[in-house]
Nanobody
Framework: QVQLVESGGGLVQAGGSLRLSCAASGRTYSSYTMGWFRQAPGKEREFVAA???????AYYDSVKGRFTISRDNTKNTMYLQMNSLKPEDTAVYYC?????????????????WGQGIQVTVSS
């Protein structure tokens, strides 16, 4: 079993920055891809970014150039640096992992999920 815990969310003004962290514990999958998803009110959960053990990454188009995903395999922790935040980035952000080795963009590729953390960007 894997436990994922997100931290670093909060309220920020448009144009500001936040850094999310996702700490994995239990039977960790340091060899596998980790990803970030988000769900805005009234919308379906959507892919944000993913990173493989070797740091191959993928991003949702709307966050390219603003968000950067990274991971520290020695700490079983993944990060999402979010810059130039916009009100439309407001959502609950989830980290996920599973037995996938490519930067998968689909939810079904991930077996384990965190509880989520709120990010609110005010205009």
């Amino acid at each position: 079993q894997v436990q994922l815990v997100e931290s670093g969310g909060g309220l920020v003004q448009a144009g500001g920055s936040l850094r999310l962290s996702c700490a994995a514990s239990g039977r960790t999958y340091s060899s596998y891809t980790m990803g970030w998803f988000r769900q805005a009110p009234g919308k379906e959960r959507e892919f944000v970014a993913a990173i493989t053990r070797s740091a191959d990454s993928a991003y949702y188009d709307s966050v390219k150039g603003r968000f950067t995903i990274s991971r520290d395999n020695t700490k079983n922790t993944m990060y999402l640096q979010m810059n130039s935040l916009k009100p439309e980035d407001t959502a609950v952000y989830y980290c996920a992992t599973g037995t996938v080795i490519v930067p998968a963009t689909q939810e079904r590729s991930y077996a384990y999920w965190g509880q989520g953390i709120q990010v609110t960007v005010s205009s």
